[in-house]
Structures are given as structure tokens and as C-alpha cells.
């Protein structure tokens, strides 16, 4: 068998994966695409191949046969490793490249969200520069571009002739490759990004998010609940957090600008929370709407968790617990305590705000809670032991409504200063007994 050549390579290894002998399809190729460690072991054989034959020709020739036979084998196989090199460097290089793939004398790579990329070499000469097939960029705006393309097949082919022309005598054309159409990807990326904050901003979010900065090709800051901002720069109990203000910077890695868009949060957020909220932009659809929602899950979770402390640590017998999507703080005030009784604390996801409920009731003591929740906390327990006795005073009511008996909160008589009835305390109910007309039951809690 006469040594194959470079544009053969294909064949051989199409063959020796048919016949079984380098691994099934599901090992080294799948679906068009062949790992580095694959091609390596590939490239092994077929040297290995080739010196064996020629180990089993050359006694035949002639010595200077013998020797042109030598030196074209060594200077195909150089070039081999030396284009193998130069893909392994590339690839390790660039640390989005997802997979490589050579079919049809062409290499191919692939980077997730960004760009697919094919190259070929028209020749084994050591100068020959890489030949730029096709170039498909990946970036989509499925919300504000209606699935169209967001590149016109003009400015394809500008960037396709620009990068030919900087293939040519580069120490690194690979590397260059990337550079140019990862910084051409990230610069669509941030643009798709600041157009749907643009149009969140005009169709529904209106001035509870706004646009910071935004450099194109560098950065794009937005903030987000601006109301909590402004009043816990006023507010008593001063929150570091909302002085500083809440915002999201989506932003070229300043460390590695070969890797993804990187998203910087202030204040700062976990590392399990940072990846949650990430996925936004590095999944199948990019997205400023949803990196927001999972963001402002993260940042409500956190604010009421810090308000499930504090309330536990003012009130010790109360039961607090923090679940769901939206996140949603119940407080059993009373124990035992009806779902319907609990108080509800949230927060509005568009200003930060804290607010409360009672499912089952409208307490007039809710707007006081809001301004202690969102202001002086303080005065928690207080309105919190109000509201406990509002409540319980609910329930009474509730159950003389099948007895012959009504329930008041005060009595139309007038009594002297110094009357008994002064000295009760204020959270009282007095209940007249219908078959008792001149009788009143006078209930005091405490």
C-alpha cells in the first residue's frame, strides 16, 4: 500500500471507523465532528502505517530512491503534526470552541451561541496560508428579531474578506480567526442585549429599569429597583446594599477576552446564585428580559430570607417559612394558625419594595407594616402584636355570628373617669347576649 497523502486522511479514517478497528461512531465520531484525542490517535496509526510500508519497499530501491522515498515521507508527516499542533494550540487557546470537525478535506469548529467556522489548506506546502470557506454566525434575538437573520450576507462577506486577508503571513492564523469573530459575536451579543432593554423600557417596565452605560463591543450596564434605592438612601435602618444601588453589568472578560460575555452583580451575589442567573445569556436564547427575572428571584429571595432572621429574632415563637416562585415569607402570627390567616410578605419585583397581606382579611394596620417593613424595623413587633389582636378579634366575631350573641368594640355609654372600665386595657371586645338584653360581656386580651 503506497503512503497516503494529507487530503487523503479522510478516507483512511472513514475506513478504518467502518471497519471497526479505531472505535464505533459513537466513540470518536459523532455526527460529523471528531474529538482532537481521536484525530491524534488517527494520525498515529496512519504514520505507523506508512513507516511500515516503507520499511518493506525501500530494500528494493535503488539508494537514491531510498532516499527521495525518506524525505518526502518525513516531510509529509512534519507537516501533519505540525497543522495537528497547530489545531490543539488553537483549541486550548480558545476556550469557547465547543467542537472541531474534519469531513471532506475541511476543518470545522464550532462555537456555542457565536459562530461555526470551516477552513481548509489548498495544498501541503509549508507556506500555503488557510483558505476561509464559510463563515455562520450563531447569535439570534428570538424576542425582538422575530427569528430573522441579524447579519446581512453583505456584511458576511466583508468580514469574510477581511479575515482572508489577515490569514495571510500570520504567525497564529487560527487564533486570529477566533479573535475576529469571537470580538464581532460578543459586540452582536451586547447589541441584542441593549435593544431588548431598550424595548422592555418603552413596552412595560417603563423607569423601573435603566440603561447605565453602554459601550459597544465592551459593555452594557442596566439598573433595576431604583424606588428601593432612593428611599434606603433615606430610610432609618440604612441598607449598604440599596446605597450602593442594584444593577447588572453584562461585559467582555477583562482577565480573558476569549471567553464568554461575563455578568458582574451589584451588590454581589453568590457563586450558585451568579451561575443561576447567567444562564440568560449563555443559553439557546439570549435574553435581557430573563437574565432580569432570575436575577430579581435571586435578590428577593435574599431580602426576605434577611427579613425571615430578623422577624425570628425579634418574635421567637413565631413560625416563619420562605418558599416559591415568586418567593413569598409566611409569618403564623397565631398559633394555631389558619394559611389564610398567615401574614404574607413579598417583594414587588418592579421597585424592590417590601409589602404585605392577609389572605383572608384587610387589615387597616397593613400600610403601617409596608413603611416598618421598608423603613423602621423597629416598630415590627409592635404592629405585628396589633395585628394579632385584630385578628383574634376577627375570629370572635366569626364564631358568635351562629351564636345569640353580637360582638362590639365599644358600648354606647358614658361613665365617669375614674370608672373600672378605664382601667382595661385597650384591646377588648365587648359581646351582648341577645336573650340577656341588660347583660354585656366584657372579653379582655392580653
Excluded at 472541531?100 to 451561541?113: C, D, K, L, M, W
Amino acid at each position: 500500500m503506497a503512503p497516503v497523502p494529507l487530503e487523503g486522511l479522510q478516507t483512511l479514517v472513514a475506513n478504518a471507523a467502518a471497519q471497526g478497528g479505531l472505535g464505533g461512531p459513537q466513540e470518536g465520531n459523532r455526527g460529523g465532528m471528531i474529538s482532537l484525542a481521536k484525530l491524534i490517535d488517527y494520525i498515529i496509526q496512519r504514520t505507523y502505517h506508512e513507516l511500515t510500508v516503507l520499511a518493506e519497499l525501500l530494500p528494493r530501491k535503488t539508494d537514491m530512491e531510498r532516499k527521495i522515498e525518506i524525505y518526502n515521507f518525513s516531510t509529509r508527516t512534519r507537516q501533519l503534526f505540525v497543522r495537528l499542533l497547530a489545531l490543539v494550540k488553537w483549541a486550548n487557546s480558545a476556550s469557547k470552541v465547543e467542537k472541531s470537525a474534519i469531513e471532506n478535506g475541511r476543518v470545522t469548529f464550532h462555537v456555542q451561541h457565536e459562530f461555526e467556522v470551516s477552513l481548509t489548506v489548498m495544498g501541503d506546502g509549508p507556506n500555503i496560508p488557510w483558505r476561509l470557506l464559510e463563515i455562520d454566525v450563531l447569535v439570534e434575538d428570538k424576542e425582538t428579531g422575530d427569528g430573522k437573520a441579524l447579519v446581512h450576507s453583505l456584511q458576511v462577506q466583508y468580514i469574510h474578506q477581511l479575515i482572508q486577508a489577515r490569514l495571510v503571513d500570520n504567525l497564529q492564523p487560527l487564533t486570529e480567526v477566533y479573535n475576529c469573530l469571537h470580538f464581532f459575536c460578543q459586540s452582536l451579543q451586547l447589541e441584542v442585549l441593549y435593544s431588548q432593554t431598550l424595548r422592555l423600557m418603552r413596552d412595560r417596565l417603563d423607569d423601573h429599569i435603566h440603561v447605565d452605560e453602554y459601550v459597544p463591543g465592551k459593555c452594557l450596564t442596566v439598573s433595576y429597583w431604583r424606588e428601593l434605592t432612593t428611599k434606603g438612601k433615606e430610610s432609618v435602618n440604612k441598607d449598604l446594599r440599596s446605597e450602593l444601588g442594584y444593577r447588572l453589568t453584562v461585559q467582555v472578560d477583562t482577565h480573558d477576552p476569549a471567553r464568554p460575555l461575563a455578568v458582574l452583580h451589584v451588590p454581589s451575589l453568590g457563586n450558585k446564585e451568579s451561575e443561576i442567573a447567567d444562564r440568560a445569556i449563555r443559553s439557546e436564547v439570549l435574553s435581557m428580559e430573563r437574565l432580569l427575572v432570575h436575577t430579581i428571584y435571586v435578590r428577593t429571595r435574599s431580602r426576605l430570607s434577611d427579613i425571615k432572621l430578623e422577624v425570628q429574632g425579634m418574635l421567637k415563637e413565631i413560625e416563619c417559612n420562605l418558599q416559591g416562585s415568586p418567593a413569598i415569607l409566611s409569618v403564623a402570627i397565631l398559633q394555631p394558625c389558619l394559611r389564610a390567616e398567615q401574614l404574607l410578605i413579598t417583594v414587588d419585583t418592579h421597585t424592590g419594595m417590601l409589602q404585605c397581606h392577609v389572605p383572608q382579611y384587610d387589615p387597616p394596620l397593613i400600610p403601617e407594616l409596608n413603611n416598618a417593613l421598608n423603613g423602621d424595623h423597629g416598630k415590627l413587633p409592635v404592629l405585628i402584636s396589633e395585628l394579632r389582636f385584630w385578628i383574634t378579634q376577627r375570629r370572635c366575631e366569626k364564631t358568635l355570628q351562629h351564636l345569640p350573641a353580637t360582638a362590639h368594640e365599644r358600648l354606647p355609654l358614658l361613665h365617669h373617669s375614674d370608672h373600672p372600665l378605664t382601667k382595661i386595657g385597650r384591646h377588648r371586645m365587648y359581646i351582648q347576649l341577645h336573650r340577656h338584653p341588660n347583660v354585656v360581656l366584657l372579653c379582655h386580651f392580653h
